[in-house]
């Protein structure tokens, strides 16, 4: 069974300062992992996506997202805040070994960017 | 190009009350979703369709039904609404052959 976890409900942050969000999984083959925003009143929208190769991704608005397989982590990262990036994130996975495409997304960490 | 879309956007009912969910996309994409949305509970899957003419079950099908009326379109149905159904539900759009889903706006509902 696959399954992920978003371990913080609530990240706080100063703009300007580097951000961290926190995503752990648990799969029995190797893993897709991706990362959405949702903006207030929105649908979720695509961030990043790891499936293969290089454990740093790159992502939109600049936001990357660090692989680590010994941990079982995903953590979505960005040097430098903005106020506009003040949202909910979902951490989701997706287990090559379970012959579905279904995903599964984490309970969310709703990020807020303190001027 | 409007990616998926969904009517309605609110949507109030009474305990009993039967309604339809609507989801288009136009991205010719073989794969669609149902979730619901609830506070701390994350994204839980509906109901989904690989492909035109299937749908299959996900984590929270009961009290549920859906109609994959062609590739475009994708609906969900209540027969008979509780309040336990109070959500926002999101439809959700996937390429054969990636993982990548897109999502609509969402419709927010609430049982009375």
């Known amino acids: 069974a696959q399954s992920v976890a978003q371990p913080e409900d609530q990240v706080n942050v100063a703009e300007g300062n580097p951000l961290t969000v926190k995503c752990t999984y648990s799969v029995s083959g190797n893993p897709y992992l991706f990362w959405y925003v949702q903006y207030p009143n929105r649908g979720l929208q695509f961030l990043l996506k790891?499936?293969?190769?290089?454990?740093l991704v790159k992502g939109s608005y600049g936001f990357e997202a660090e692989f680590n397989k010994s941990q079982t982590s995903f953590h979505l990262k960005k040097p430098s805040a903005l106020v506009s990036d003040s949202a909910l994130y979902f951490c989701?996975?997706?287990?090559?070994?379970?012959?579905?495409?279904?995903?599964?997304f984490g309970k969310g960490t709703k990020l807020s960017v303190i001027p | 190009n409007a990616g998926v879309t969904q009517t309605p956007k609110f949507q109030v009912l009474k305990t009993g009350q039967s309604m339809t969910l609507q989801c288009a996309q136009d991205m010719n994409h073989n794969s669609m979703y149902w979730y619901r949305q609830d506070p701390g509970m994350g994204l839980r899957l509906i109901y989904y369709s690989a492909s035109e003419g299937t749908t299959d079950k996900g984590e929270v099908p009961n009290g549920y039904n859906v109609s994959r009326l062609n590739k475009r379109e994708f609906s969900l149905r209540l027969e008979s609404a509780a309040p336990s159904q109070t959500s926002v539900y999101f439809c959700?759009?996937?390429?054969?052959?990636?993982?990548?889903?897109?999502f609509g706006p969402g419709t927010r509902l609430t049982v009375l």
């Open positions: 959700a759009a996937k390429r054969g052959g990636s993982d990548t889903q897109y």
């Open positions: 790891y499936i293969t190769g290089d454990n």
């Open positions: 989701a996975v997706r287990d090559d070994g379970a012959g579905s495409y279904q995903l599964t």
